[in-house]
């Protein structure tokens, strides 16, 4: 028997789904290649951060172009059909970026954005994540 209402079950979805992407992993080998340990999703720091380092007070985000809306072409395109509904749901999404980040940086954080699409270059996310972690 079913006990979630659909509303329950659609969040638990998205809650699965955003957890172990491909991306995700892609950058979590890297960091943990380049020497950092991480705590990842850890649920104290504010917006549950891809990857936290806690000493640091720094967190890494990895956004799927498409959902956070980067300024490349994954990050442009939008469904031609519901597209208020689409509209809606990016607009949330950056919205809910954008506040994460501010109240991260008010507690005296520092956070990162690694893109989808950047990961494709390996040795220059390499770069960029070792200078803010050494920063
Ligand atoms: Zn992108």
Redesign the pocket.
């Known amino acids: 028997m079913d006990t979630l209402t659909r509303a329950q079950r659609s969040e638990r979805m998205r809650q699965v789904k955003s957890r172990d992407t491909a991306p995700e992993l892609k950058l979590r080998r890297l960091v943990w290649a380049l020497g950092h340990r991480y705590r990842k999703n850890h649920s104290s720091v504010m917006g549950r951060p891809d990857l936290a380092f806690v000493g640091r007070k720094k967190a890494i985000f990895v956004h799927g172009?498409f959902w956070h809306r980067?300024?490349?072409p994954?990050?442009r395109r939008t469904p031609k059909s519901k597209v208020g509904f689409w509209r809606q749901k990016f607009n949330a999404n950056v919205r809910r970026d954008a506040k994460v980040s501010r109240e991260l940086r008010a507690e005296g954080w520092k956070s990162l954005v690694v893109?989808?699409?950047?990961l494709g270059n390996r040795a220059s996310v390499g770069r960029r994540v070792r200078r803010f972690l050494d920063a």
């Open positions: 172009c980067h300024s490349c994954s990050g893109w989808e699409c950047q």
